[in-house]
């Protein structure tokens, strides 16, 4: 009887801990895109909390009533989506930044198929985002999700997680921040598309003989181009720097969510 119950406690454990790191995986960058599988999905979930679990076990104990068993697997996956979507934010920010850009450059004409997650985006904001992609494989933010999902059980044990009026405040600021983001990493084309349209405009005035349609849209796009090539350095620092603090950002969140104030 004694092995039967340890067995069952281990196992609603278990899925104590897949429902945390199921809200991870299902909003974390790049494994949240419809372009990878739900079975993948599902099986990454799985292997995590199986490796996760030794780490918490011991460390917590169930409910007694069943019911708030399973109303706290709600808040469990909650935790898990609050990380995985504060990274995912920046990706959100890039693709903000390469609407306002594309736009001012002349890119905004075509569209393509993100292949992060399917969905319409600009030429340049697509370009971006693999940028940004590569950027979060190299800076080892992946890692840094992994690391911050384990160390989330010291700070929110299973269960004690409260999403009060703390949290969302301070999940506005972390929005706000990468709103700040996105129009930083626009600001190189939101300049030079107004510098490149003064020019034609003042062009225009001196030759108006000139077609300005079919001269200044080609123009417009070199300049563009020519931006986006000397933009690539600042574009790495920012995104750099952005994924280096995530471990703070991470941490903020979980503190906010621990906390049972407010």
Do not use: C
């Given at each position: ?114 292949p992060l997650g399917l969905a319409e985006v600009p030429l340049l904001g697509t370009f971006q985002n693999s940028v940004a992609f590569l950027v979060f494989l190299a800076s080892g933010t992946h890692e840094a999700l992994i690391w911050a999902l384990g160390r989330s059980y010291a700070i929110v044990p299973p269960g004690q997680g409260r999403f009060r009026t703390l949290f969302y405040e301070g999940y506005l600021g972390v929005f706000a ?86």
């Amino acid at each position: 009887m004694n092995l039967f119950h340890l067995r069952t406690e281990t196992l609603l454990l278990y899925v104590w801990v897949l429902a945390r790191v199921s809200g991870l995986v299902v909003s974390m960058p790049v494994l949240s895109g419809k372009a990878v599988p739900v079975r993948i999905k599902a099986l990454i979930a799985v292997a995590l909390a199986f490796l996760i679990e030794p780490v918490v076990l011991g460390n917590v104990s169930l409910p007694r009533l069943f019911s708030a068993w399973l109303g706290s697997l709600v808040t469990e996956f909650f935790v898990g989506v609050a990380l995985g979507f504060s990274a995912y934010l920046v990706f959100a920010a890039v693709s903000f930044a390469g609407e306002l850009a594309g736009v001012q450059v002349g890119f905004g004409l075509v569209d393509v198929i993100n292949p992060l997650g399917l969905a319409e985006v600009p030429l340049l904001g697509t370009f971006q985002n693999s940028v940004a992609f590569l950027v979060f494989l190299a800076s080892g933010t992946h890692e840094a999700l992994i690391w911050a999902l384990g160390r989330s059980y010291a700070i929110v044990p299973p269960g004690q997680g409260r999403f009060r009026t703390l949290f969302y405040e301070g999940y506005l600021g972390v929005f706000a921040h990468f709103m700040v983001l996105g129009i930083t990493l626009a600001a190189p084309f939101l300049v030079g598309g107004i510098v490149l349209n003064l020019a034609m405009g003042f062009l225009s005035r001196m030759m108006p003989q000139m077609n300005l349609i079919s001269v200044g849209f080609p123009v417009l796009v070199l300049g563009g181009l020519g931006l986006l090539i000397l933009s690539l350095p600042f574009l790495g620092s920012v995104l750099e720097d952005s994924f280096f603090r995530m471990d703070e950002t991470l941490g903020g969140i979980l503190r906010l969510v621990g906390q049972h104030g407010g």
